[in-house]
Nanobody, 124 residues
């Protein structure tokens, strides 16, 4: 059982930056693909970014390409999401997730473990 704990959310003005972190409890973290998703009330969960287990392949949702960067530090069992040039429409609860297949792609059903989420609010 992998436990994921997100941190780093908060309130920021449009154009600002935030870095989210997701710490994993599992020693085999380095074998998991990792992803970030977000959700707002009444909407389906949206893929934001994903990273393969070795970090060699990155995937991004169209709405965040060029602004967000996903990375991982396997020595710290942590995955990060650097968010720059934030927009009000980026406001959501952001979830970290682990893909035991190691891919870290954009399909939510491939992720077996999920964190509790962290709120990001971007003011205009």
């Amino acid at each position: 059982q992998v436990q994921l704990v997100e941190s780093g959310g908060g309130l920021v003005q449009a154009g600002g930056s935030l870095r989210l972190s997701c710490a994993a409890s599992e020693r085999t973290f380095s074998t998991y693909g990792m992803g970030w998703f977000r959700q707002t009330p009444g909407k389906e969960r949206e893929f934001v970014a994903g990273l393969s287990f070795h970090g060699g392949r990155r995937y991004y949702g169209d709405s965040v390409k060029g602004r967000f960067t996903i990375s991982r530090d396997n020595a710290k069992n942590t995955v990060y999401l650097q968010m720059n040039s934030l927009k009000p429409e980026d406001t959501a609860v952001y979830f970290c997730a682990a893909d035991p297949q190691g891919v870290g792609g954009g399909t939510a059903r491939n992720y077996e473990y999920w964190g509790q989420g962290t709120q990001v609010t971007v003011s205009s």
